[in-house]
Structure formats: structure tokens, C-alpha cells
């Protein structure tokens, strides 16, 4: 069941969202070739528990780290590690915090020193389907028509949207209902109502859509070895238009 949160729920929820922008802030300035996932992962989870805050991934079905930290082929739920990136990689750092009992959650990528243009293109694009992502989650649109825009958006350029990772509510536990994927048709799938809480999330392959998870059993990379990019807000459905809550 889709849990609506009330105007006071998401205030509340705009200061785990605010920590996780703080997160992402602190990822950004760490970011350089030689930093390693596993400091920047440290330092993430240090820096939620001096604001009071957990860190919901870790633990969670047994993810080990309070990060997921994907570099170039590596979709999403890459393992934080102690090898040193290297200029022209491109991470993508996802970031989840609970703070007052309620979560945020938001993904970026980053370019490590000098990235190629094709890697810059990539990730330009992959933010701008964010974008519109969140410009047609507006109470009345059904899920299919935000997704629809998001697919669009990025096939006209040349990319794919991966269809096995799904979006979600967000509430007081990471993951909530509704689920869906980052495709969609015009007018099919839910309705969006005022007070739902979800992530928009699109992950942007440069080759084909589809993945292959590693023995680890999260890991998940593109099948043909290109570069894959990813950002994501978690947004409000409100009377006003979507608001960006991790931002």
C-alpha cells in the first residue's frame, strides 16, 4: 500500500533529504584521482553519525556498506574498495540516510580529473532525464507518462534506460511502494497523488539496457561494458508541483 505523507511528514522528511544533500556535497569535494570508494564511503557514514543519522543501507539484506559506490560499467550497488580511482573513471555515489525516522535518498555521478566527452555526454543527458523526470511527476500524470518523457529523452540521444532497477517510495523505510521502472507508456501505470513520496532515479547506459549482477549478488554492469550514469532526488507530489527533497 502507498503510504501519503501529510505537509508536516514531509517538512519532517526534508532533513534526512537536507543530510543526504550534505552527504553529496562533502562526495563532491573528496572526489579526485586516488581517493578510494571505500574512503569516500567512510567518510560518508562518519559524517551521518555526527548528525545523529544512520545509514539504512548498510545492513540492509546484507549490503555491507552505508554507500554504493559504481564506477564506469558498474550500474548501481557497486561494492565501496581500496582501489584507487583513476582520472577519466566516472562514480556514481549512491547515498542514503535516516535522520528523525524518516529517509533520503539520492544518487550522483561524478567525473574523476579529465573524463572523455563521450563520458561527459553521457552524464549530461543522464541528469537532464533526471530533470524531466521530476517536471512531469505532477499530481494527475500517471507514472507512464513521467517515464515515457524520461525514455524519450534519452533515446533521442542515443542511449538506454535500464529496466531491471526500479524506482520507489521513499517514507520511513527506504524502500516503500510504489515500484516502477524507467520506461513507461503514456497514460498507463499509476495515478500520482498528492503525498507520495518516491525517488526519480533514471540509470542511462551508453551501449544496451541490459545488466548482469556479479557473484556478489548486488553489483550490477552494463553487459556490453559501457558506461552507465545515474542521478536521482527524492521528490514530493504536492498541489504546487514536485519538490526535490535531497536537493
Known amino acids: 500500500m502507498v503510504q501519503l505523507k501529510s505537509a508536516s511528514e514531509i ?49 540492509y539484506k546484507g549490503f555491507p556498506y552505508a554507500t554504493c559506490a559504481s564506477v564506469n560499467d558498474v550500474i548501481a550497488h557497486g561494492f565501496p574498495s581500496r582501489v584507487p580511482l583513476a582520472s577519466g573513471d566516472i562514480v556514481t555515489i549512491d547515498v542514503v540516510a535516516e535522520f528523525g525516522g524518516w529517509v533520503g535518498d539520492s544518487a550522483w555521478s561524478y567525473a574523476v580529473g579529465d573524463v572523455s566527452e563521450s563520458a561527459k555526454r553521457l552524464m549530461r543527458v543522464a541528469r537532464e532525464c533526471m530533470s524531466i523526470g521530476i517536471d512531469k511527476a505532477v499530481v494527475g500524470n500517471r507514472i507512464g507518462d513521467v517515464m515515457h518523457a524520461v525514455q524519450t529523452h534519452a533515446e533521442k540521444n542515443g542511449y538506454s534506460v535500464v529496466r531491471d532497477l526500479l524506482g520507489h517510495g521513499v517514507g520511513r523505510s527506504m524502500h516503500e511502494e510504489p515500484n516502477y521502472p524507467h520506461v513507461g507508456k503514456p497514460d498507463h501505470g499509476f495515478r500520482l497523488k498528492e503525498g507520495m513520496v518516491l525517488t526519480i532515479e533514471p540509470m542511462i547506459n551508453a551501449g544496451a539496457p541490459q545488466m548482469f549482477v556479479e557473484a556478489d549478488d548486488w553489483t550490477a554492469r552494463t553487459v556490453d561494458g559501457e558506461l552507465s550514469a545515474q542521478y536521482e532526488h527524492t521528490i514530493a507530489i504536492t498541489a504546487d508541483g514536485p519538490v526535490i527533497l535531497t536537493g
Not at 42 to 57: C, K, L, N, Q
Open 11 to 59: 517538512a519532517e522528511m526534508r532533513k534526512a533529504g537536507a543530510l543526504v544533500a550534505a552527504c553529496h556535497k562533502q562526495v563532491s569535494a573528496m572526489i579526485r584521482p586516488g581517493v578510494t570508494t571505500l574512503a569516500i564511503n567512510d567518510a560518508v557514514e562518519r559524517f551521518i553519525r555526527s548528525m545523529g543519522g544512520s545509514s539504512p543501507t548498510k545492513g
